[in-house]
């Protein structure tokens, strides 16, 4: 089988399309022939971005959800079934990384991160499983981090916590889910987007800017091991992918 064949046409959702590795996870997807559900809180950044990707020719809805609440992120898998009729990969990438040390007691933070990065997921999750059983065939890709791997003290420990969570979540997915149902874990190292600003905490922002700058690779680095994963043959599981760059030392 020619691997190429196995996005052509798929129904695949991407959370936190409006910017950085959801946004290049689209445009390489669409180029591929995926049917695209874009969600982000941004919505004329995703109307932008289907714009562009329809002016190519590809098939692409858009929908407007905050991840963190429930509601939303049903409305997403609704949104694809009614638009395509089905759901064959939803990449959970929505996420946010305000460092800070614990000691700064950014508690507001910390509790933004686990409704995100990992309510977030669950309730993808919940949104599609029930489809997938249905079909009895699907593709679940969370991204974690290699903070999933190492707690990233002293300023991303609850990062981590969401990041180890991820990891967990998903690796129980695989283990839960029958034949027919694919999960895998995307843990990325620095990689160009959006997420490098995230932290309030001036100290900590200035450090993590300076980082992402010496280090980073290309979103579409990332996108690419995405694509890598949903194009295997159904049978074949990519079940984990880390990618960093090579002057990374964490
Ligand atoms: N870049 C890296 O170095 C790196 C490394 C490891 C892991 N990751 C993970 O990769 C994923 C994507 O991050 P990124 O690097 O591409 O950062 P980014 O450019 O900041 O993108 C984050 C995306 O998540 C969306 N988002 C944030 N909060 C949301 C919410 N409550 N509901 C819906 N969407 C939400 C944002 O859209 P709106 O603001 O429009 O909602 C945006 O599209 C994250 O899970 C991140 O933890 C990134």
Do not use: C
Not at 9 to 14: F, M, P
Not at 91 to 103: E, F, K, R, T
Not at 132 to 160: C, D, Q, W
Not at 167 to 175: P, V
């Amino acid at each position: 089988m020619n691997v190429q064949d196995n996005i052509r046409d798929k129904v695949v959702i991407i959370t936190g399309a409006s910017s950085g590795l959801g946004e290049a996870t689209a445009r390489l997807l669409a180029q591929r022939g995926a049917r695209l559900v874009l969600a982000a809180r941004r919505k004329e950044r995703l109307d932008q971005l289907a714009a562009e990707l329809r002016g190519a020719g590809a098939q692409v809805s858009v929908v407007a959800a905050d991840v963190s609440r429930r509601a939303d992120v049903d409305a997403i898998a609704a949104a694809a079934l009614r638009d395509f009729g089905r759901i064959d990969v939803l990449v959970n990438n929505a996420g946010i990384m305000p460092l800070s040390p614990l000691d700064k007691l950014k508690v507001d933070e910390w509790e933004r991160m686990i409704d995100v990065n990992i309510k977030g997921v669950l309730y993808g999750i919940a949104a599609v499983l029930p489809v997938m059983r249905e079909s009895g065939r699907g593709h679940v890709i969370n991204l974690s981090s290699v903070a999933g791997f190492k707690v990233f003290a002293p300023i991303g420990t609850v990062y981590s916590a969401t990041k180890f969570a991820v990891r967990a979540i998903s690796e129980g997915l695989r283990a839960e889910a029958s034949a027919g149902i694919r999960s895998t874990i995307i843990s990325p190292g620095a990689a160009d987007s959006e997420l490098k600003h995230n932290s309030s905490d001036a100290d900590t922002s200035a450090g993590v800017k300076a980082f992402y700058e010496a280090n980073q690779i290309p979103a579409d680095a990332v996108a690419r091991a995405i694509a890598y994963a949903i194009e295997q043959p159904d049978e074949v599981d990519i079940n984990e992918i880390v990618i960093r760059p090579t002057v990374q030392e964490f």
